[in-house]
């Protein structure tokens, strides 16, 4: 589950816990929390990015004598991409993830 940075909690995601709420641009650190069995996105800071959704979130598998990626994550971890939507400009996005 993706939590988007102005949302505090999202199903099986319970909050980003103590700490206080990113504010303009001034990151703060939380120690978010996720439901067992779950993966929790918190993103703190979007700019210059398209929108992030579960979709975006992959896991690599092995399988039939070759590697892929396939939507979820995996007890190890997950990959979260992120598109620019600005040509040969920076962007970022940052977020802590708990499982």
């Given at each position: 589950?993706?939590?988007?940075?102005?949302?505090?909690?999202?199903?099986?995601?319970?909050?980003?816990?103590?700490?206080?709420?990113?504010?303009?641009?001034?990151?703060?650190?939380?120690?978010?929390?996720?439901?067992?069995?779950?993966?929790?996105?918190y993103?703190?800071?979007?700019?210059?990015?398209?929108?992030?959704?579960?979709?975006?979130?992959?896991?690599?598998?092995?399988?039939?004598?070759?590697?892929?990626?396939?939507?979820?994550?995996?007890?190890?971890?997950?990959?979260?991409?992120?598109?620019?939507?600005?040509?040969?400009?920076d962007?970022?996005?940052?977020?802590?993830?708990?499982?």
């Open positions: 589950m993706v939590v988007q940075p102005n949302e505090n909690s999202a199903p099986g995601c319970p909050g980003r816990g103590s700490g206080t709420f990113p504010s303009s641009g001034e990151f703060k650190p939380t120690i978010p929390e996720a439901e067992p069995g779950k993966l929790c996105i993103l703190d800071l979007m700019e210059h990015t398209g929108p992030v959704s579960p979709a975006l979130v992959e896991r690599t598998v092995y399988e039939g004598g070759g590697w892929f990626n396939e939507e979820g994550a995996s007890p190890v971890g997950a990959f979260l991409e992120v598109m620019c939507l600005i040509g040969g400009g962007c970022q996005a940052t977020g802590t993830a708990p499982e």
